[in-house]
């Protein structure tokens, strides 16, 4: 399924894959699985999960610190215990694709699942305001994206996106129990080498996930 989108993109000559595709966590107590696909629709399954076990990183804080991870038909699973909040982190779901300047861009999926931890770690990151907050800032690099797009989809798979403020602040309209997950996406300036391609831009793709009880 990705080889067809990224495929698609080329010939249009965006990255329109990366705009409807997220990666997210579901945590419940000592597991964690992680999807792949449209948070509210499709979800990618088989040879398209199994791939990229060996490229995926789950992490607390430390990315060198991964839990082992293993591929489930339509997720990849992971024994975590008694962690924290935690983080997702891969670069190469997809291969580096050529933008209509001729130049190399990426994508770099950063995913979140918990709302206690109030320090970004990714580069790109959803952190609520307070431990448990409903509210959250987003950042780059430390630092806050005003007017930023950020899609909210409910325990009904419900779907708004929102903006957040000037100061980068953002609400999630809370209204029943159950997991939300939050996206957001941006792209920026870069000079790494992905999957022995350097790239000039890399489109950063977040999530959050957390449950209202």
Known sequence: MFK????????????????AHEIWIERD????????????????????????VATSRLFE??????????AQPDHLVADV????????????????????????QAAAFQAKAGRDSTRAVHAFELVPVAPGSDSFILTFKGQPLADTGITVINPDLWEKTFKTDGEGRFTVP??????????ARHTAPADVEIAGQRVASLQHIASLSFVAH
């Open 174 to 183: 809370v209204a029943a129990k159950g997991r939300y997950i939050l996206v």
């Open 81 to 104: 215990g008694g962690a924290g909040d935690l983080r997702y982190y891969n670069d190469q779901v997809w291969e580096p694709w050529k933008t209509e300047e001729g130049s190399y």
């Open 4 to 19: 067809t989108l990224i495929a698609a993109a080329l010939l249009a000559g965006t990255a329109a894959s990366a705009s």
């Open 29 to 52: 107590g000592a597991t964690a699985r992680v999807h792949v696909g449209d948070a509210a629709g499709e979800r990618d399954k088989g040879e398209d999960i199994a791939k990229l």
């Open 61 to 70: 804080t430390r990315p060198d610190r991964a839990f082992a991870m293993t």
